[in-house]
């Protein structure tokens, strides 16, 4: 029956369509059906859906709203968010973007140097700039001088695992607060990934750690790009690409164990931060639909030159978004805004352990497949008849071999976040 009516209510559209001004409301405009502040055909449109399906579009949506998010941070940054202009802009979202780079530094830094040091700004906004450029400039001037809508915090990730490096969390939110007072702005945390250097238990306890202070100190929005790195590494596919031993340029991390590399894992990084962002600020799209693909020429564009998109590396390290990458990468990101402190194995597949044994055998269970994320292995290692222990390591996929000493009967035991291989010797 709705078609039957369409022919009496196209009049009374035409009506609306008309663009005069109300006189009790000078900022609404008659005919301005989607609220986008201009009269058009698309607001026949809307009505029209209206009539035929019952259902007006999503209030919640906001079109041609620009969004404007200011970061916190380092080099880990810096490769979370450097494709971030570009993901937005295919997905027709105005925006400024802009991130310290205080090389090293994290939570404590920018607390401390609110009001006296001036770090380097790098920003990228889509009504001036095709490609980043830099400033320097001090913390709490940055805050004051726009209206953000998001100012996204993170902690250096050589601290990441110590609760206790985030006792001043609570008072860089006070100083932001103070410096946005009487502005619609929220406070965000950058959910950060692995630090390849470290040796202790990734992501396990940083996360841990990240979640606890995001909890006591009243973060807004998490973005939760670690997260989505993590899990897709819990595919081989990925993850072969971080092995030296399968690929010697290591293309999903650099050289240094740490950074990640132009291509994919940039990518799957800023795809996250981009989906937390359409999901608080309403900016009407998915990362599901993305049909973005980085580029060298990406890389190199602009001001900014450091570890992870600087020409030398990008030319070795350039991992190329392929239909299979773009399809692990949406659905690592999608898994991270569900769960995102936990890390979500992708398919079902699990971590793999190689062992290199000499003069030695192993007594227990000891896997070398089927082994879930977070799974403790726990076995003993003990030496040949005639033999003494000399030596065991243990190696992550893209770390070095790490002494490793074992309990008083030969106990090995450690909680499995990577493919690991355990190297032990008796002479």
């Given at each position: 029956?709705?078609?039957?009516?369409?022919?009496?209510?196209?009049?009374?559209?035409?009506?609306?369509?008309?663009?005069?001004?109300?006189?009790?409301?000078?900022?609404?405009?008659?005919?301005?059906?989607?609220?986008?502040?201009?009269?058009?055909?698309?607001?026949?449109?809307?009505?029209?859906?209206?009539?035929?399906?019952?259902?007006?579009?999503?209030?919640?949506?906001?079109?041609?709203?620009?969004?404007?998010?200011?970061?916190?941070?380092?080099?880990?940054?810096?490769?979370?968010?450097?494709?971030?202009?570009?993901?937005?802009?295919?997905?027709?979202?105005?925006?400024?973007?802009?991130?310290?780079?205080?090389?090293?530094?994290?939570?404590?830094?920018?607390?401390?140097?609110?009001?006296?040091?001036?770090?380097?700004?790098?920003?990228?906004?889509?009504?001036?700039?095709?490609?980043?450029?830099?400033?320097?400039?001090?913390?709490?001037?940055?805050?004051?001088?726009?209206?953000?809508?998001?100012?996204?915090?993170q902690q250096f990730s050589q601290v990441s695992f110590v609760q206790d490096s985030y006792s001043n969390v609570g008072n860089l939110v006070n100083l932001i607060k103070a410096?946005?007072?009487?502005?619609?702005?929220?406070?965000?945390?950058?959910?950060?990934?692995?630090?390849?250097?470290?040796?202790?238990?990734?992501?396990?306890?940083?996360?841990?750690?990240?979640?606890?202070?995001?909890?006591?100190?009243?973060?807004?929005?998490?973005?939760?790009?670690?997260?989505?790195?993590?899990?897709?590494?819990?595919?081989?596919?990925?993850?072969?690409?971080?092995?030296?031993?399968?690929?010697?340029?290591?293309?999903?991390?650099?050289?240094?164990?740490?950074?990640?590399?132009?291509?994919?894992?940039?990518?799957?990084?800023?795809?996250?931060?981009?989906?937390?962002?359409?999901?608080?600020?309403?900016?009407?799209?998915?990362?599901?639909?993305?049909?973005?693909?980085?580029?060298?020429?990406?890389?190199?564009?602009?001001?900014?030159?450091?570890?992870?998109?600087?020409?030398?590396?990008?030319?070795?390290?350039?991992?190329?978004?392929?239909?299979?990458?773009?399809?692990?990468?949406?659905?690592a990101v999608a898994a991270a805004m569900e769960n995102k402190f936990t890390v979500t194995q992708l398919d079902g597949e699990t971590m793999k352990v190689t062992y290199n044994?000499?003069?030695?055998?192993?007594?227990?269970?000891?896997?070398?497949?089927?082994?879930?994320?977070?799974?403790?292995?726990?076995?003993?290692?003990?030496?040949?008849?005639?033999?003494?222990?000399?030596?065991?390591?243990?190696r992550k996929i893209w770390g070095s071999d790490i002494p490793y000493e074992l309990g008083e009967n030969g106990e090995f035991e450690k909680v499995v976040t990577e493919d690991?291989?355990?190297?032990?010797?008796?002479?």
């Amino acid at each position: 029956m709705k078609k039957y009516y369409l022919q009496y209510l196209l009049p009374i559209l035409v009506f609306f369509f008309v663009p005069f001004k109300m006189t009790a409301d000078e900022s609404y405009i008659r005919g301005d059906s989607n609220g986008d502040g201009v009269v058009n055909i698309k607001d026949v449109t809307c009505l029209i859906d209206y009539v035929m399906s019952g259902s007006w579009p999503d209030e919640g949506t906001v079109d041609n709203k620009k969004i404007k998010v200011l970061f916190f941070g380092n080099s880990y940054t810096a490769n979370s968010v450097f494709y971030l202009p570009f993901i937005l802009g295919n997905n027709g979202v105005d925006f400024k973007v802009s991130f310290f780079f205080a090389a090293g530094e994290g939570v404590d830094y920018f607390y401390n140097s609110w009001d006296s040091v001036a770090p380097t700004l790098y920003t990228f906004d889509s009504e001036t700039d095709s490609v980043w450029h830099s400033e320097h400039i001090k913390p709490k001037v940055a805050v004051e001088s726009d209206d953000w809508d998001l100012l996204v915090l993170q902690q250096f990730s050589q601290v990441s695992f110590v609760q206790d490096s985030y006792s001043n969390v609570g008072n860089l939110v006070n100083l932001i607060k103070a410096s946005t007072e009487g502005k619609d702005s929220k406070i965000g945390w950058n959910i950060t990934h692995p630090n390849g250097q470290i040796a202790y238990n990734y992501p396990l306890q940083s996360f841990a750690c990240m979640e606890s202070a995001c909890q006591q100190n009243g973060i807004d929005v998490l973005l939760p790009y670690g997260t989505a790195i993590c899990n897709a590494l819990t595919k081989y596919v990925c993850r072969a690409y971080a092995n030296p031993s399968i690929n010697a340029n290591r293309n999903f991390k650099l050289s240094d164990n740490t950074h990640l590399s132009p291509g994919l894992p940039m990518y799957i990084a800023s795809l996250a931060i981009a989906q937390a962002l359409s999901d608080e600020f309403s900016l009407g799209f998915s990362v599901q639909d993305d049909t973005t693909t980085p580029t060298v020429a990406w890389s190199t564009q602009g001001s900014v030159n450091y570890k992870g998109i600087s020409p030398v590396y990008t030319n070795i390290n350039f991992l190329a978004v392929t239909d299979e990458f773009r399809d692990i990468a949406k659905r690592a990101v999608a898994a991270a805004m569900e769960n995102k402190f936990t890390v979500t194995q992708l398919d079902g597949e699990t971590m793999k352990v190689t062992y290199n044994l000499t003069g030695c055998h192993i007594e227990g269970s000891a896997p070398t497949t089927g082994i879930n994320f977070g799974e403790t292995l726990s076995f003993r290692i003990v030496a040949d008849e005639g033999k003494t222990m000399s030596s065991v390591t243990s190696r992550k996929i893209w770390g070095s071999d790490i002494p490793y000493e074992l309990g008083e009967n030969g106990e090995f035991e450690k909680v499995v976040t990577e493919d690991l291989v355990i190297t032990a010797t008796a002479l």
